[in-house]
C-alpha cells in the first residue's frame, strides 16, 4: 500500500515551515499537503512539489475541501490567544473536518500540563478533549516551551546585567522550535496506530540564576538573575511596549514556571527521531556568534 498523503496545517507558520522542509529531505516519494491563510508565502515550498492550500479554522466550511485526501495530518495549534476559548473552538472545528475527509491519524501540537498557564493552556487541553471525543487516532505531542522564548532575553540581560522574571527558582526543560518540528515530521512519518500522548521537552532543565550564568559564562558580560514578582513583570513587559493581554500571559507562564510546572525533562526527542536535542548551551552560543 503506498504511503497516505501527509498534511500540515499552519504551514506558513515557523513551526509548519520547518516541519515541511524536513519532510522534503526526508527520502522516499510521497504526497504532501500544507495548507495555510496565506499560500503565497509558500511558493518556494510548492516549487518543491508540496500541495499548498487556502485554509482557515475560523471559515469551517472550506476546511474539507482543503483537507480532501489527506491520509495523515499535523494539526499545528493557532496563535488566537486574543480570547478565552477562541482557539479551542478553531482546533474542534479543524478535527470535525478532519474526521469528515476521513484522515487516519491527527499529530497535535499541544503544550505540557500546566494548569497555572490559564487560558493558553485550557485550549490545549479542550483541544485533547475534543481529539478524545472524535473517532480519530491521535499523537498528542505535549511540546514544553520553545528555547526561542529564552534566547529573546539574551540581549537585553547583556545589555543590562539582569536577566529579570518572574519565574523564582522554577526551572524549565527548555527545548528548541526545530527539536519540536524534527519530532512532529517523526510522528507524522510513522504509520502509528491508536491514541498516544508523547511529553516533548529538553533533557535538561535550567533555573532563571543557572540560565544568567551561562548567558556570562557565554557572553564574558556580567549577568544575573533579578526575580520580580508577576504583577512587577507585568509593568515591566506593558513598559518595554507590549500590550497588557499578552504581558499578563508571559507572566503567567513565569508563574507555572515558579510552580516547577514546566520543570519536566524528557529524553523523547532522541527516542523518536534518533538525534538528541540540541542544548541550550549550543543554542545560546549559536546567537551569540550570529
Ligand atoms: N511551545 C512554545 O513555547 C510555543 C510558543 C509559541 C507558540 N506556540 C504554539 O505553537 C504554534 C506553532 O508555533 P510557531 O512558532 O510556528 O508559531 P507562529 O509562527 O506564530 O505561527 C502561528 C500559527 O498559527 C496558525 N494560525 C493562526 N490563525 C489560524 C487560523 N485562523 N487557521 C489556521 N491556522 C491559523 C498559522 O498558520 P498560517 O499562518 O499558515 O495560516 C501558524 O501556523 C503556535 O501557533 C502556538 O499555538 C508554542
Not at 100 to 112: D, E, R
Request: glycine letters at 8%; aromatic letters at 2%.
Amino acid at each position: 500500500m503506498s504511503e497516505p498523503a501527509l498534511l500540515v496545517t499552519g504551514a506558513a507558520g515557523h513551526l509548519g515551515r520547518r516541519v515541511l522542509e524536513i519532510l522534503l529531505d526526508v527520502p522516499g516519494a510521497r504526497t504532501l499537503i500544507a495548507t495555510t491563510r496565506q499560500p503565497a508565502k509558500l511558493a518556494d515550498l510548492a516549487a518543491r512539489g508540496v500541495d499548498v492550500r487556502a485554509a482557515d479554522f475560523d471559515d469551517e466550511a472550506g476546511l474539507a475541501a482543503a483537507f480532501a485526501g489527506a491520509g495523515r495530518a499535523l494539526l499545528i495549534s493557532t496563535d488566537a490567544v486574543d480570547a478565552p476559548g477562541r482557539r479551542a473552538a478553531q482546533h474542534a472545528a479543524a478535527i470535525r473536518a478532519l474526521a469528515a475527509v476521513g484522515v487516519q491519524h491527527v499529530v497535535y501540537t499541544s503544550l505540557v500540563d500546566a494548569p497555572t498557564v490559564g487560558a493558553v493552556a485550557a485550549d490545549h487541553r479542550a483541544t485533547e478533549a475534543a481529539l478524545q471525543e472524535s473517532a480519530l487516532d491521535f499523537t498528542v505531542l505535549r511540546n514544553n516551551l520553545y528555547a526561542e522564548l529564552a534566547l529573546a532575553a539574551v540581549p537585553a540581560a547583556i545589555a543590562t546585567g539582569a536577566l529579570v522574571d518572574a519565574r523564582g527558582d522554577g526551572a524549565v526543560a527548555w527545548i528548541s522550535r526545530d527539536d519540536c518540528a524534527r519530532v512532529a515530521a517523526a510522528m507524522l512519518l510513522e504509520a502509528a496506530l491508536g491514541r498516544r500522548l508523547v511529553h516533548v521537552a529538553g533533557p535538561v532543565a535550567v533555573t532563571s540564576a543557572e540560565l544568567a550564568a551561562l548567558i556570562a559564562e557565554l557572553s564574558g558580560k556580567a549577568v544575573v538573575h533579578r526575580a520580580v514578582t508577576v504583577d512587577e513583570r507585568v509593568a515591566g513587559l506593558v513598559a518595554a511596549g507590549l500590550p497588557e493581554g499578552a504581558a499578563r500571559t508571559y507572566a503567567a507562564f513565569d508563574a507555572a514556571i515558579a510552580a516547577g510546572e514546566l520543570a519536566k525533562t524528557s529524553t523523547a526527542v532522541e527516542r523518536l527521531t534518533g538525534t538528541a536535542a540540541r542544548p541550550l548551551r549550543e543554542l545560546i552560543a549559536a546567537q551569540l556568534a550570529a
